[in-house]
């Protein structure tokens, strides 16, 4: 069955890097695009990042744009977040999700998510 | 950037209650529009796609409804695993915005 295992979370001192990672089985990774979500303490969900399946075409929110970089590595089926310049609020548990598709609708949607890592932006 | 708007933040009902959860969007997003269930300490639980499409595995009191700017989420027949909260989310244009979210609490 697929399986989404996310890695990486920590402490981090404010201004620093961090790198999360996503561990994919039991799906054709190397033609999913995956996205990766976030969920502050006490918050909603928000989405933060996609990238298709060929590492084309990438998109950010507007919160980590400039600071957060999506990548993947299909012949390793695994997705990458690189964080630079966190701030407090990028306090939050990362989830890792795959994109399916409804027919040739183009709507997608996350059916397979992570369990999440937390990632904790403090001095 | 399309905004989703979920409202109330939370709702109290009790077992066996038919509960409706509105969303709505800042601008017509046709039928790209997602539901999800989220527990504390779990990854969030798809429910339904394309705005009424129930995901395999979801239980039939699930419904979802609309098109343009309003949509539902509808539980038949609350059942106490239902009780979380629950978010709406727009696939039509990146950022793929959430709603802040519904909480279900047990009234």
């Known amino acids: 069955q697929v399986q989404l295992v996310e890695s990486g979370g920590g402490v981090v001192q404010p201004g620093r890097s961090l790198r999360l990672s996503c561990a994919a089985s039991g799906l054709s990774f190397s033609t999913s695009g995956m996205h990766w979500v976030r969920q502050a303490p006490g918050k909603g969900l928000e989405w933060v990042a996609v990238?298709?399946?060929?590492?084309?075409?990438?998109y950010y929110a507007e919160s980590v744009k400039g600071r957060f970089t999506i990548s993947r590595d299909n012949s390793k089926n695994t997705l990458y977040l690189q964080m630079n310049s966190l701030r407090a609020e990028d306090t939050a548990v990362y989830y890792c999700?795959?994109?399916?598709?409804?027919?040739?609708?183009?709507?997608?949607?996350?059916?397979?998510w992570g369990q999440g890592t937390l990632v904790t932006v403090s001095s | 950037d399309i905004q989703m708007t979920q409202s109330p933040s939370s709702l109290s009902a009790s077992v066996g209650d038919r509960v409706t959860i509105p969303c709505r969007a800042s601008?017509?997003?046709?039928?790209?529009l997602n539901w999800y269930q989220h527990k504390p300490g779990k990854a969030p639980n798809l429910l339904i796609y394309?705005?009424?499409i129930l995901q395999s595995g979801v239980p039939s009191r699930f419904s979802g409804s609309g098109s343009g700017t309003d949509f539902t989420l509808t539980i038949s027949s609350l059942q106490p695993e239902d009780f979380a909260t629950y978010y709406c989310?727009?696939?039509?244009?990146?950022?793929?915005?959430f709603g802040q979210g519904t909480k279900l609490e047990i009234k």
């Open positions: 601008q017509s997003i046709s039928t790209y």
């Open positions: 394309a705005a009424s």
């Open positions: 990238i298709p399946y060929d590492g084309s075409n990438k």
């Open positions: 999700a795959k994109g399916d598709y409804y027919g040739g609708s183009g709507i997608e949607y996350f059916q397979h």
């Open positions: 989310q727009q696939i039509l244009s990146t950022p793929f915005t």
